[in-house]
C-alpha cells in the first residue's frame, strides 16, 4: 500500500517532484523517505496537475477530475522556464 496524503492535510508541504501513475498521482514531499499519493475529499486520486511558475517561486496546482476540489502545493528545486 502506497503511503497517502489528503488534499487538505497536504497543503503547505513542499513538493521535489511528481509523477502520474494509473494508480493515481504520486508527490515527492520534503522529509519524507517515499512518494506519496495524494488523495481527494472524495476519495479519488486523479488530478489535473498545472505548475504555476511567479516571482516568488513555483507551485502545484491539482485539480480533481471527480468533483473539482483544488488544492495548491510550494515546489522546490524545480528548474523555472527560460524567461
Ligand atoms: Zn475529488
Excluded: Y
Excluded at 488530478?47 to 522546490?76: K, P, Q, Y
Aim: charge should be positive.
Amino acid at each position: 500500500m502506497p503511503r497517502e496524503v489528503r488534499i487538505d492535510h497536504g497543503m503547505g508541504s513542499i513538493v521535489l517532484g511528481w509523477k502520474s501513475s494509473e494508480d493515481g498521482l504520486f508527490l515527492r514531499i520534503r522529509g519524507q523517505t517515499q512518494d506519496v499519493r495524494v488523495v481527494c475529499l472524495c476519495s479519488r486520486s486523479h488530478w489535473i496537475v498545472r505548475e504555476n511558475f511567479s516571482g516568488d517561486g513555483a507551485s502545484l496546482v491539482l485539480t480533481c477530475h471527480h468533483c473539482g476540489n483544488r488544492g495548491t502545493f510550494l515546489m522546490e528545486g524545480v528548474s523555472l522556464p527560460a524567461p
